[in-house]
């Protein structure tokens, strides 16, 4: 969810404003005892003691964990305590809840005809009210799929609630009651033993996907229909790992999923939970990483299905007041200090990866967990503001020690965090002085492509700006580059495609038919593609279907556009044409994806600048061994251009988005070889709206 603000910088603006800090002459005695983000970021040091503070913060708090649980797996199991299991030793089922400030719970649902009184709750001393129901007597009335709910009376009234840790919920179609179901199906037969996630870590190629959406039909998309048809599509683009919106239970589908009500509970609407299981089981044997989107920055506040006033307060899971709402989002902020709240989340987290065999996390809205004012209205213009009293210090010791969990539980998990603000160390290691993340979103990226398709013309484009917000990022911190996400396709604004070619993509994609304004779109289409993935981080990420150029936004089914599917669904058929432009840039979005596989880009040391020429608009850099030539001018092309290069010797060509296949106009010979002269330069020839990777021979 991207982050709401008022007159936003990017992560790259951010870097740019602190750069005078960075390259600013501290004149100081190296200190080998400094924390390492304060030793290798001399532009902290003012700011060491909040730095050393926060990590001796977090070694105090797994103190008291192994204390408390004797280590922060145990820490996070509070789902194996809470909700509703069978007990063999008791032979029966067990249900307890925590809820301290409710004055009685009931348990109801088919077992009992939905009598919300002969079930009564027993509560302990801490809070936690326990039922239990023998076997024998349950058996034939305590099934699989049948529903149930808690009763609540509480200073709030008395309420019918879904109980907290509850597997799987379900929304009646004729009634539209949702309540709780009892999840008892067979252990699923795990095949993906033997997968690793290595290749995913070292260089994330992300396959952004929805499941619901994920099909051409003007219906909901299954778990099922994604592993038979989506899958293949992705495996067949090159991707390494796929990130799945939208999991988390969520009762209104217009949100993106992204005001959950049951955090332990698949979304049933896409499937049942064998369904998603069968799904990850079956991208691991395709050789995919499967990363989910979690949200853990807000909660829905509804009181029917979600956790908000849960046992008649207003403070059981969120901050009390004021601080408990989120009002750019009409939601509800955890309240990270609370150990309940921290099991809650963090046996959430574990629960993801265990039972479903998850690689990993995008942490959806970081910005606003670690912030008091969550990032709203605020340019972040200042070092001060990442240590300052508006930092929220437990909720940042409570994404350490997410990150903790995550890597102790496999370490070649994968943590991705989404962060407008900047923030330091954010993906560095907590020894260093960090929080812990694998990688942070480059949310600058598409901001920068946005903004200067919008308000420049082509012949405005700064090559030294492009080269500036595609580089200037944290050198210890991994980032994942992305042209555009999920956030630049939703309704309201638009696909880089749609802002390329406008409503000439709805008439004039035919390769029968030429159309200037669909030849520009298909040019720098590509070129912005590959210049992020090569530029831009250590990982990249694709939005469904925007690799090859889909034309539509995305909108939910909602009261605004009578409930209508039309922009809810991939239309797989556009690409599948042979006589659509869609097909070209799909062939162009699985080269680069190749390239950047068969070379180890993203894995690779950044790139080297070779040549830039603002009024020639040519972008010339080293990555990986590979030389890769840009020309965004909008007519001219270029002969006998001298692109001096570090490793004399013969080149060729190795990929050029001039090509036939590509949608291109196949100005360049692919057979030719270009040796280097005597001051070690290729003399090329570079067309308009093209870029050339060449390889040394």
């Not at 060491?48 to 913060?57: C, G, K, S």
């Not at 030294?464 to 630049?488: C, K, M, V």
């Not at 210049?531 to 990982?539: A, H, P």
Request: one cysteine or more; charged letters at 25%.
């Amino acid at each position: 969810m991207k982050e709401s603000k008022g007159n936003p910088k990017s992560d790259a603006h951010l870097l740019a404003h602190f750069s005078k800090f960075k390259s600013a002459k501290i004149i100081a005695v190296e200190d080998s005892h400094k924390i390492a983000l304060v030793r290798e970021e001399p532009w902290l040091t003012q700011y060491e003691p909040q730095i050393q503070r926060r990590f001796d913060r977090y070694k105090d708090a797994i103190r008291e964990i192994n204390d408390f649980s004797g280590n922060i797996l145990e820490y996070a199991s509070v789902h194996k305590f809470y909700g509703i299991h069978f007990e063999a030793w008791r032979k029966g089922w067990v249900y307890r809840e925590w809820a301290p400030a409710a004055k009685q719970l009931y348990f109801f649902g088919d077992f009992n005809d939905w009598d919300r009184s002969s079930h009564p709750m027993k509560k302990s001393g801490r809070g936690d009210w326990e039922i239990f129901l023998p076997y024998e007597q349950y058996k034939d009335l305590f099934t699989h799929k049948s529903k149930v709910k808690v009763h609540i009376i509480a200073e709030n009234g008395a309420l019918d609630r879904i109980p907290a840790y509850i597997r799987s919920v379900i929304q009646d179609e004729i009634t539209h009651d949702v309540a709780g179901q009892l999840w008892f199906a067979e252990d699923f037969n795990w095949t993906d033993t033997s997968f690793t996630t290595k290749n995913s870590l070292h260089q994330p190629l992300i396959y952004e996907c929805h499941v619901g959406m994920a099909q051409e039909k003007l219906g909901v998309g299954s778990y099922q229909e994604f592993e038979e048809f989506t899958l293949p599509r992705i495996k067949a683009a090159g991707y390494n790992t796929i990130q799945l919106m939208a999991i988390m239970e969520h009762p209104y589908y217009g949100s993106f999923g992204y005001h959950v009500s049951n955090f332990f509970a698949p979304t049933s609407r896409f499937g049942t939970p064998e369904d998603l299981k069968s799904l990850v089981n079956k991208a691991h044997e395709m050789g995919i990483a499967v990363v989910m989107d979690i949200v853990h920055s807000h909660a829905i506040k509804n009181v029917n299905e979600g956790l908000n006033e849960f046992d008649g307060s207003d403070h059981q899971y969120f901050h009390p007041g004021d601080k408990g709402y989120h009002e750019a989002w009409d939601s509800k902020v955890f309240d990270y200090a609370k150990r309940e709240v921290q099991q809650f989340l963090l046996s959430n987290i574990r629960y993801w990866l265990e039972e479903f065999h998850f690689d990993g996390f995008r942490f959806d809205g970081v910005t606003s967990i670690m912030y008091h004012h969550h990032g709203l209205f605020m340019d972040f213009d200042s070092v001060d503001l990442y240590f300052d009293a508006n930092v929220d210090e437990d909720a940042i010791l409570y994404l350490q020690l997410a990150n903790t969990l995550i890597h102790s539980l496999n370490p070649q998990n994968i943590s991705i965090a989404e962060d407008m603000s900047g923030m330091p160390g954010l993906a560095r290691p907590i020894a260093d002085g960090g929080i812990g993340f694998d990688f942070r979103m480059a949310m600058g990226v598409p901001d920068f492509w946005i903004k200067t398709l919008k308000h420049k013309q082509d012949e405005e484009w700064d090559m030294f700006e492009l080269w500036h917000q595609l580089t200037n990022r944290p050198s210890a911190e991994r980032s994942i580059g992305y042209a555009e996400s999920h956030d630049q396709a939703l309704v309201g604004d638009q696909t880089l495609a749609f802002r390329l070619m406008k409503e000439d993509m709805y008439f004039s994609m035919s390769q029968l038919q030429q159309n200037l304004v669909v030849d520009r779109g298909i040019a720098l289409h590509k070129l912005i593609r590959l210049i992020t993935l090569t530029l831009g981080g250590e990982g990249y990420l694709n939005f469904i279907g925007n690799e090859f150029g889909h034309p539509d936004w995305v909108d939910f089914p909602r009261e605004g556009n009578n409930w209508s599917h039309q922009h809810a669904r991939r239309q797989w058929s556009l690409v599948d044409d042979p006589l659509l432009r869609y097909g070209q840039l799909d062939a162009w979005d699985k080269s680069i994806i190749k390239l950047a596989t068969d070379y180890q880009l993203l894995a690779s040391a950044p790139a080297v600048q070779l040549y830039l020429d603002p009024d020639k608009k040519i972008l010339a850099y080293e990555r990986a061994g590979l030389i890769f030539v840009f020309s965004f001018h909008p007519t001219e092309s270029f002969f006998g251009l001298p692109i001096h290069v570090k490793n004399a010797g013969t080149y060729k060509i190795l990929l050029n988005s001039d090509e036939k296949e590509f949608g291109g106009f196949q100005r360049l010979d692919q057979n030719i070889n270009y040796p280097t002269d005597k001051h070690d330069s290729l003399q090329l020839y570079v067309p308009n709206r093209t870029v050339v990777v060449l390889e040394k021979i």
